[in-house]
């Protein structure tokens, strides 16, 4: 019965999905990272796996549990998650790259926890660029499988939205990117959400607010 069992809709697909925020380290006992929780991420799992997928997760420092039945990898920096997602990417059908991955990561990384004084009253961190995992994956993807980006942004007006959405797809060339609007109250450790899911080409395929198990449900209905 379709209305207790659900939609099985996935079934026999191999769904991986990345949530959670990197830590990048800067000695023993810090790090830099940012305010993702994994919300979004957990969801989009929860949902898979109830519409049938065999559904893999790549989670770093996640606030929240990964659902039973989905194959856990824990991960922690950027590096980590691009030793997992090389590992696991091809054998999946789908990709969804929901983690808050950083940008840049310190250039160095002192094995001994730095001291006060060592730096004086001001001093800079230096910083390298971590590569795009994302657009590597799209680069080197077989055409049966689909990835899917996310793409936060803060901006006020949805048509500035749309236009940051647009030229972020473009240049990851993933098969659709999921544009969310971010600040300091809105998107991050919330649950609710505020989405525009873009096809590759940049048009719009559906524009979903609210619940992010809904949310994740409107996702997981454009790789069909
Ligand atoms: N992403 C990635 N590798 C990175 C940074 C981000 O694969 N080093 C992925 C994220 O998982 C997400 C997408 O790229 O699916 C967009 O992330 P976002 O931070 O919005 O885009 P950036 O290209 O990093 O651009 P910017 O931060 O300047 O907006
Ligand atoms: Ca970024």
Redesign the pocket.
């Known amino acids: 019965d379709t209305l207790i069992l659900g939609v099985k809709d996935l079934l026999g697909k191999r769904v991986l999905i990345?949530g959670g925020g990197t830590r990048e380290p800067i000695d023993p006992v810090r790090f830099i990272g940012n305010r993702s929780t994994g919300r979004q991420s957990v969801a989009l799992a929860t949902a898979a796996l109830e519409r049938g997928a065999d559904v893999t997760f790549i989670g770093a420092n996640l606030e929240v549990q990964v659902p039973v039945g989905a194959r856990f990898i824990a991960v922690s920096s950027?590096a980590e998650l691009q030793g997992a997602l090389e590992r696991e990417a091809e054998s999946h059908d789908i990709v969804i790259?929901?983690?808050?991955?950083?940008?840049y990561r310190p250039a160095i990384v002192s094995d001994s926890k730095l001291k006060k004084n060592a730096l004086g009253e001001r001093s800079t961190l230096e910083l390298v660029?971590?590569?795009?995992?994302?657009?590597?994956?799209a680069a080197n993807a077989r055409p049966d499988q689909f990835i899917?980006?996310?793409?936060?942004?803060t901006s006020d007006d949805k048509e500035s939205l749309l236009a940051?959405g647009r030229e972020?797809l473009a240049?990851?060339g993933?098969d659709a990117?999921?544009v969310n609007g971010v600040g300091w109250d809105t998107g991050f450790g919330t649950e609710v959400n505020d989405v525009i899911i873009l096809a590759r080409g940049g048009d719009i395929l559906v524009e979903v607010s609210g619940e992010k198990r809904a949310i994740a449900e409107r996702i997981l209905d454009i790789t069909r």
Do not use: H, W, Y
């Open positions: 990345t950027s790259m929901a983690a808050a991955i950083a940008d660029q971590n590569p795009d995992l994302l657009a590597a994956l899917i980006g996310f793409a936060a942004e940051l972020k240049r990851k993933c990117l999921v």
